[in-house]
């Protein structure tokens, strides 16, 4: 039971590059989130998938654009990367529903935009 | 802005004393959640308290909310040095989490 497993760990990428980061979960969890943390600070909501088939933007959902593959896969990508998206993105997970259970997250992406 | 926010930014103790710091939020909530993140690694959820508890203990931790004033504390207690990391509240609407921009909590052996 490996929990919620992210890929790549690291990344540098030039101005204009596109990439998507992978997650995956084997929790069986309903509910699937990207989050972005600039340093010093805290988690900001860039995209969630309540369910599988659906998504819905968060807080800073510019420049992203995410896939809710399966129940198990929830994938952000950068289409044109922008030094503004130089952070550590983190993909977590729930059980889902109204009552917003515990969040498991993986071990993060550190991204660099040059 | 739904985000908790923590107070202190900052804390700095010795190993064996207890640590306190504050979360305060905006909006009605189902619950409350802390985290804790160690320096480099993801958040690894620690103790969820429901708008209809007051306290909940788990271990070395205790945490309180008062919903009438929408603020939250956790304590931890008799401190060690592997304590040391950030603390973040989190607060959910629907299904969506708002987390605030944490305490940094430094126990010096």
């Known amino acids: 039971n490996a929990g919620v497993t992210q890929t790549p760990k690291f990344q540098v990428l030039k101005t204009g590059q596109s990439m998507t980061l992978q997650c995956a979960q084997d929790?069986?969890?309903?509910?699937m989130y990207w989050y972005r943390q600039d340093p010093g600070m805290g988690l900001r909501l860039i995209y969630y998938?309540?369910?599988?088939?659906?998504?819905d933007k968060g807080e800073v959902p510019n420049g992203y654009n995410v896939s809710r593959l399966n129940k198990r896969e929830f994938s952000l990508r950068l289409e044109s990367a922008a030094p503004s998206q130089t952070s550590v993105y983190f993909c977590?997970?729930?059980?889902?529903?109204?009552?917003?259970?515990?969040?498991?997250f993986g071990p993060g992406t550190r991204l660099l935009v040059l | 802005s739904q985000q908790g926010e923590e107070d202190p930014q900052a804390l700095s103790i010795q190993e064996g004393e207890n640590a306190t710091m504050n979360c305060s939020y905006k909006?009605?909530?189902?619950?409350l959640q802390w985290y804790r993140q160690n320096s480099g690694r993801g958040l690894v959820h620690l103790i969820l308290i429901r708008s209809n508890e007051r306290e909940k203990h788990s271990g070395r931790l205790r945490v309180t909310l008062d919903t009438s004033k929408k603020s939250s504390s956790l304590l931890i207690t008799a401190s060690r040095a592997a304590d040391t990391a950030s603390y973040f509240c989190a607060t959910g609407e629907f299904n969506k989490f708002y987390f605030g921009s944490g305490t940094k909590l430094n126990v010096k052996p």
């Open positions: 909006t009605s909530i189902n619950n």
């Open positions: 977590a997970s729930t059980r889902g529903g109204m009552r917003q259970e515990t969040q498991y």
């Open positions: 998938s309540a369910s599988e088939g659906t998504t």
């Open positions: 929790m069986n969890h309903n509910s």
